[in-house]
């Protein structure tokens, strides 16, 4: 017993510390999120905060754009400027400062917030597709749309998706809502992700996605009256991290509908706005560097028999490249 007592409080001084193994600082973090398990609550993430500083650890430096805490520990949502690959990362790894200068991520986020395509036209409070409509290369960014529903995901289209190859590159709009209503549909994406066969880069689609049909656009989707700006933005995110996936720095909004308030919120969030310029079931045509955009949440069939024909006939622009290279 003496010698067991003995041990413990040689343990003693390390509790101070938090108990923990030495954090392993040489890769992101990981939150423990096993798919099959059930869906983690978005109250996992605390102290859920927009930041912006240059952070450095060993040779590598990131931008981190949010601080968080999870089961006690704090991490960092962080951004590589250059690439625009976002990782999870433990706050204790990394020294942070006032970034100097102005990023490539930093610009971009200016850009497309300010970018004059995106002004109101006379008359008009609300902006239509304003962000990043088109890309850079020889291919495509194939973009699919979760809305909250009734259906279910349209697993087939993704399947038939994965033949093209190995890890098919995605960009998959998400909202909260769905994901808290479709959790096994959910979880199947983890897998088909995890066992390689989907590239997923998760887009923010604002947590409540508010449309009601009939409604005047100026007063639908994310212009309704009464949302909380910083909760439609965050609790998504913080939804995907406490189920162990990582979200992008890209956002969409509901119907590609938002206003001057709206971008100024994504700027002070440091996100980039995602617009479409191949909107299939609209019948707008892709061209070389489109962001097409589909929905795989059971309410738009048309954009889906649209993107198979195009794909027998030849017509789409291939490979579909990771979204973080449009800019
Ligand atoms: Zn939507």
């Known amino acids: 017993m003496k010698k067991v007592l003995g041990f413990l409080a040689a343990l003693w001084p390390l509790a101070g510390i938090g108990a923990r193994a030495e954090p392993d600082c040489a890769s992101p973090a990981r939150i423990e999120a096993p798919i099959g398990g059930p869906l983690q609550r978005l109250h996992r993430v605390e102290d859920y905060q927009a930041i912006l500083q240059s952070c450095t650890n060993a040779d590598k430096e990131r931008l981190a754009i949010r601080a968080m805490r999870v089961g006690g520990e704090e991490f960092l949502l962080t951004v590589d400027s250059k690439s625009l690959d976002t990782s999870i990362e433990r706050r204790t790894c990394w020294t942070c400062?006032?970034?100097?200068?102005?990023s490539r991520f930093q610009q971009l986020v200016a850009q497309f917030a300010d970018d004059p395509g995106n002004r109101l036209k006379p008359g008009a409070t609300w902006l239509d597709n304003a962000g990043l409509k088109h890309g850079h290369g020889e291919g495509a960014?194939?973009?699919?749309?979760?809305?909250?529903s009734r259906k279910s995901l349209d697993r087939d289209f993704l399947q038939k998706l994965e033949k093209a190859g190995p890890a098919t590159q995605i960009a998959l709009s998400v909202s909260g809502l769905w994901i808290a209503h479709h959790p096994?549909?959910?979880?199947?994406l983890r897998r088909e992700k995890a066992e390689g066969r989907l590239?997923?880069?998760?887009?923010?689609?604002?947590?409540?996605?508010?449309?009601?049909p009939g409604l005047p656009t100026g007063q639908n989707f994310l212009l309704a009256p009464g949302l909380d700006k910083d909760r439609e933005i965050f609790d998504v995110e913080r939804l995907l991290i406490a189920n162990g996936e990582t979200p992008s720095v890209f956002f969409r909004f509901p119907g590609l509908i938002s206003?001057?308030?709206?971008?100024?919120?994504?700027?002070?969030?440091?996100l980039i706005p995602l617009g479409a310029d191949a909107w299939l079931a609209l019948e707008q045509k892709p061209r070389e560097g489109a962001i097409i955009l589909v929905h795989v949440n059971g309410n738009e069939p048309l954009g889906l028999s649209k993107f198979q024909d195009l794909s027998l006939r030849g017509a789409l622009p291939t490979p579909f490249l990771p979204l973080t290279r449009a800019p």
């Open 97 to 102: 400062r006032e970034p100097k200068g102005t």
């Open 199 to 212: 590239a997923i880069t998760f887009v923010n689609h604002s947590y409540t996605h508010p449309y009601r």
């Open 184 to 188: 096994e549909d959910f979880d199947w």
């Open 259 to 270: 206003d001057a308030g709206w971008m100024q919120a994504l700027k002070d969030d440091h």
């Open 141 to 148: 960014f194939l973009t699919a749309d979760l809305c909250p």
